[in-house]
């Protein structure tokens, strides 16, 4: 039995991807309507959306070990950078440098729970409606510093050698939704497929 529990922020709950909830429900219903790994199979798969909006990596630190322990993952996947790369003064931003020790400690509670662990990067807004966002003109995200987030999630999973699914160039423009900040239904349908086929080509299912 696999179980597969993913944590993130508002694009891993599933915002606003209005065909199918998100890349992470894709991934479970993928696994539910597939007969190798549904029922009551040797490869039964489950697979928890542990996606919360507004959170950063200082949150999924606090929560990872407890919310993996309670549903006994076997499997650990986190997307998490977005938001610790707003601007700040905002609530959501983390430092860089905090950042970069939050994924460290966030891998070594995950891999005290399974040798299974991946990591996603992250993507490029459209700065045209994230600087600012539409509903909080105290909130920024800019592609440059996105990208040095992305750059400390690279090292941070090399030095550790913990697999990261890049997503930088597949998620384009026209894979967001209006507000330039989260994937649409094609941006959703994308990413479910690269996390799919990295399992699978992987054989970590």
Request: hydrophobic share 35%.
């Amino acid at each position: 039995m696999n179980l597969i529990c993913v944590f993130g922020s508002s694009n891993e709950w599933g915002a606003w991807d209005l065909e199918k909830g998100g890349w992470v429900n894709r991934l479970r219903l993928w696994f539910d309507h597939n007969e190798k790994y549904s029922g009551y199979s040797d490869d039964y798969t489950e697979v928890y959306n542990l996606g919360i909006s507004g959170d950063n990596s200082s949150g999924v630190l606090k929560r990872i070990t407890p919310e993996s322990e309670a549903r006994d993952a076997n499997m650990i996947i986190v997307s998490i950078g977005g938001n610790d790369s707003a601007l700040p003064p905002h609530d959501v931003s983390v430092p860089l440098s905090e950042f970069s020790e939050n994924i460290k400690k966030i891998i070594v509670n995950a891999k005290a729970i399974t040798d299974k662990v991946i990591l996603l990067g992250l993507f490029h807004v459209d700065e045209s409606n994230t600087a600012p966002v539409s509903w909080d003109k105290s909130l920024t995200y800019k592609n440059e510093r996105i990208g040095d987030y992305n750059d400390s999630l690279k090292k941070v999973c090399s030095s550790n050698s913990i697999p990261l699914i890049e997503i930088s160039d597949l998620v384009k423009v026209e894979d967001l939704c209006d507000d330039g900040l989260h994937m649409n239904d094609g941006g959703h349908e994308k990413v479910f497929l690269k996390v799919r086929d990295f399992l699978l080509n992987n054989h970590l299912l």
